[in-house]
């Protein structure tokens, strides 16, 4: 079967393959694979800047983003040939640690963590990939075109369960939500905050093209210019871009009793001052909570999952601004345009 395989730390390695199809184990779903997304995380890899193949070998198959349809099941698996399915990028350590021994390995603490595709297990974009039932979550068969995007769904889906937990610590309920960076994670962010029935304003750094029209779609406040300005003052603050100039401004410019939530990195290594006031005057004195967050768990994806089945699919739909056939891979890396989500179609060939 053919995979898309990247030797780590060697840019510019990225190729089409040749790799054994997987025998599935006796307790094992057997998958095809019908799309895969491509996020920052894959540029990192394939620029060689990030992950590491299985141990004792040299490739590392990259995709973590995925959508397959199970070949087949064993028999009491609660999965039967045809299945929608996408497969869960963590899986826990194997020490464990107290969070990953309870299914919360999104929270390891010991970093012995592996991701498919991304750190010591091969990823989804191969023809065929065996999983254990356990690790694969059922996907509405009405979300076939859109179904890839439940991982980045599931990482917001984390944020905002620990933004909800977070704002129990007060009477007061969050209302206003800036999502910073309109990106897919940021636009999927933006959807939940909605779904929530909050007030979302989208920032971004460009002004036309389809990042604007998504959110008016979505029902979203665009902004793009000075955050400092930014109205409504934010409640909650969801940061998409890891750029750090925009993190300091998310910090000063959350309502009282505020959370921000950074869910972005950024691969440049930008150095920026933090003015002692900030953190005195407007985290201290306003009670206000920042915390970083990656990964998801089970529970996410569930919540990911039904958020995607309450969703417009012609939005979903929209966001996916390119589908390019396995054949053509090489075109789905290839930065720039009003990309938002590229998606590598399997079905396509
Ligand atoms: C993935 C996460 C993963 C993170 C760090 C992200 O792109 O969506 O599942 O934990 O990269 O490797």
Redesign the pocket.
Known sequence: MRALAVVPHQPGSLALTEFNAPVPGENQLLARTLAIGV????HEIIDGK?GEAPEGTEHLIIG??SLAEVVSAPTGSGFSAGDLIVGI??RPDPVPCPNCAAGEW?MCRNGLYT?HG??GAQGYAAEYFAIDPGYAVKVDRGLRDTGVLL??T??VAKAWDHIERIATRAIWKPRTVLVTGAGPVGLLAAMMGLQRGLDVTLFDRVDTGIKPKLAERLGARYRVGDLARIDPRPDVVIECTGAPSIVIAALEITSPVGIVCLAG?SSGQRTVQIDGDVLGRTMVLENDVVFGT???NRRHYAMAADALAAADQGWLRMMITRRVPLSSWAEAFKRGGDDVKIVIDFAMG
Do not use: F, L, Q, W
Not at 39 to 42: A, F, P, S
């Open positions: 996020c920052g995380t894959d990030y973590h983003e990028v963590r999104d991701e991304i750190k991982e980045p599931s990482i990195i990656v990964n998801a």
